[in-house]
């Protein structure tokens, strides 16, 4: 009889995670390097030169990027020989450790969205692995990046603002999430901090959770 291996614990997950992430970025900003120079016969070299600045740009920059990014995860665990395996389309992005997560990067400013996305209704898992960083170029010099686990939200306030599903098109716009203070404790930190009062006013709450950024 086969018995079947224990699930990680997110806080396992988040350690090999926090591991892996520096050299995803690092891969991320080399493909981002090289491809650019393909795709633009040499004209664009970099995320703004090709998207531009402002406006809806950052909506049009997170779209190129996760799709690049996603894979050097997975190649960059493989280095490093950690148990992170990339499974798109089936509900779920990845399995770390055995366990499964979907991946949310997102290059948005607001401190108190931890990811944005489409098709979100779509995933099948509690654990959301969110990545958010501050771009420059090519380059991302800070960011935050968390597990929200959604299966322990006591708040309806918590999760996804579900307009994408209740509409009944879930490829029509976008979602995102944000957690009600009363559930930091769905939250755990790879890199960067959260905090639940207005930033340098310790003394005055939020409704949700905010994000502060690190340098990597």
Request: hydrophobic fraction near 35%.
């Amino acid at each position: 009889m086969t018995v079947a291996s224990p699930l990680p614990t997110t806080q396992q997950q988040a350690d090999v995670l926090k591991k892996i992430l520096p050299g995803a970025i690092k891969r991320t900003t080399d493909k981002l390097d090289n491809a650019l120079l393909i795709l633009t016969e040499g004209e664009d070299s970099n995320l703004d030169d090709f998207f531009g600045i402002g406006g809806n740009t950052t909506v049009d920059k997170t779209k190129f990027l996760a799709p690049i990014f996603n894979p050097s995860l997975a190649s960059q665990a493989k280095d490093m020989g950690f148990n992170y395996i990339k499974e798109e389309a089936v509900g779920y992005d990845a399995k770390c450790l055995n366990g499964e997560i979907e991946n949310k990067l997102s290059l948005g400013k607001d401190s108190a969205q931890f990811a944005t996305g489409n098709n979100h209704s779509k995933s099948k898992v509690d654990k959301i692995f969110c990545v958010k960083l501050e771009q420059v170029g090519n380059i991302f010099p800070s960011g935050f990046a968390c597990i929200v686990d959604l299966s322990k939200a006591q708040h309806p306030d918590t999760g996804f603002n579900d307009t994408v599903t209740k509409t009944g098109k879930n490829n029509n716009g976008f979602a995102s999430l944000k957690v009600h203070v009363s559930d930091v404790g769905c939250i755990t930190e790879i890199h960067g901090k959260v905090r639940t009062h207005v930033k340098g006013r310790p003394n005055s709450p939020t409704d949700y959770v905010q994000i502060d950024y690190a340098d990597f």
